[in-house]
Nanobody
Framework: QVQLVESGGGLVQAGGSLRLSCAAS????????MAWFRQAPGKEREFVAF????????SYSGSVRGRFSISRDNAMNTVWLQMNNLKPEDTAVYYC?????????????????WGQGTQVTVSS
């Protein structure tokens, strides 16, 4: 299994930027697709972005495309989420997740390991 630890959350004004990090240990990081999800109070956990294990193909939800960027470094066992032009509606707990299979998807059911989450709050 992969153990995941997120960091980098915080409070930022609308229009600002944050960079989230997810450090992985355990099962070979380079063999799994990785994703970021988020969950706002009273809402379902939703897909934000994923990145494949070796070709680094990415996919984004429509609400963050063009503002957020996911990347990874397999040598450092780390995946990042760069968030620019943040909006109050981006406020949520952000989770990184490791895919159960080799290919990541947009479905939270397809992820086997999750981090503890990091809070992102965007003030207007």
């Amino acid at each position: 299994q992969v153990q995941l630890v997120e960091s980098g959350g915080g409070l930022v004004q609308a229009g600002g930027s944050l960079r989230l990090s997810c450090a992985a240990s355990g099962r070979t990081f380079s063999s799994v697709g990785m994703a970021w999800f988020r969950q706002a109070p009273g809402k379902e956990r939703e897909f934000v972005a994923f990145i494949t294990r070796s070709t680094f193909t990415t996919s984004y939800s429509g609400s963050v495309r063009g503002r957020f960027s996911i990347s990874r470094d397999n040598a450092m066992n780390t995946v990042w989420l760069q968030m620019n032009n943040l909006k109050p509606e981006d406020t949520a707990v952000y989770y990184c997740a490791a895919a159960a299979g080799t290919l990541p998807t947009r479905r939270k059911e397809d992820y086997a390991q999750w981090g503890q989450g990091t809070q992102v709050t965007v003030s207007s």
